[in-house]
């Protein structure tokens, strides 16, 4: 695991020159050795599992495990269900769902869909958004 993720953290770093950063595993799968190694390499937080409560775990490595609010049945992403249904669910619903019972939500998806298809229902959801609540960073939420 550790001939995978640390070549792979250290080209990230190298090309985007970012120090701090977080993670999210394909498919939300949990893998607390890999969270060791990540937090060894300067990773600040995972986005890992769905509750849309919004609650807050921190993994046996001390990173905190900020929950994706915002998703439709079985992980998928919320915004890529709307609009395959058709969107016949309000944007308002949407936002209301990311917010969470914490006051906080997090929204994840695929830059392919979200420069693609998505990209109306993106827009419409952070427009939205911005009349709701406010947006800050990560870096904001965990301080």
Request: proline share 4%; hydrophobic share 45%; glycine share 10%.
């Amino acid at each position: 695991m550790h001939s995978f993720l640390v070549p792979a953290i250290e080209r990230y770093q190298q090309l985007l020159g970012a120090e701090g950063f977080g993670f999210s595993s394909p498919g939300f799968a949990v893998s607390e050795p890999a969270y060791e190694l990540l937090a060894e390499a300067g990773c600040r937080y995972l986005s890992d599992f769905i509750d849309m409560r919004g609650v807050i775990l921190r993994r046996q490595c001390g990173l905190p495990d900020i929950p994706v609010t915002l998703a439709a049945a079985n992980t998928v992403d919320y915004l890529e269900w709307l609009v395959a249904s058709g969107g016949r669910r309000s944007m308002e619903d949407a936002v209301a769902q990311s917010i969470g019972e914490s006051g906080f939500g997090v929204y994840y998806s695929h830059p392919c869909f979200i420069a693609g298809r998505g990209k109306g229902a993106f827009i419409a959801f952070v427009q939205a958004l911005k009349e709701q609540a406010s947006i800050v960073t990560m870096q904001e939420l965990l301080s």
